[in-house]
Nanobody
Framework: QVHLVESGGGWVQPGGSLKLSCLAS????????MAWFRQSPGKEREFVAT????????WYSDSVKGRFTISRDNAKNTAYLQMKSLKPEDTAVYFC????????????????WGQGTQVSVSV
């Protein structure tokens, strides 16, 4: 079992950048595929990006491709989501998740979730 805690959310103007972190405790972090999802008010949670357990492979949703970068540091038990060129439609609560299947874009394919961190993009 792994416990996940996100941080790094906040408010930013359109075009700005933020970097989210997801710290894992308990369990063996390097065994897990990691992913980021997001949920806006009134909408279902949607897939953002995923990274393989070694960090050698990544996959992104079309809505963030070219603007967001997922990465991980297994020595620090941490996954990251670097977000650039942020848009108002990126406003959401961002969740990190851990699982065992790569490539997986459905919530049900992940076993562990963090509590989320709010990202707000507005003028």
């Amino acid at each position: 079992q792994v416990h996940l805690v996100e941080s790094g959310g906040g408010w930013v103007q359109p075009g700005g950048s933020l970097k989210l972190s997801c710290l894992a405790s308990e369990g063996t972090f390097s065994n897990y595929v990691m992913a980021w999802f997001r949920q806006s008010p009134g909408k279902e949670r949607e897939f953002v990006a995923t990274i393989s357990s070694t960090g050698s492979s990544r996959w992104y949703s079309d809505s963030v491709k070219g603007r967001f970068t997922i990465s991980r540091d297994n020595a620090k038990n941490t996954a990251y989501l670097q977000m650039k060129s942020l848009k108002p439609e990126d406003t959401a609560v961002y969740f990190c998740a851990a699982g065992f299947q790569f490539i997986a874009a459905r919530e049900t394919e992940y076993d562990y979730w963090g509590q989320g961190t709010q990202v707000s993009v507005s003028v």
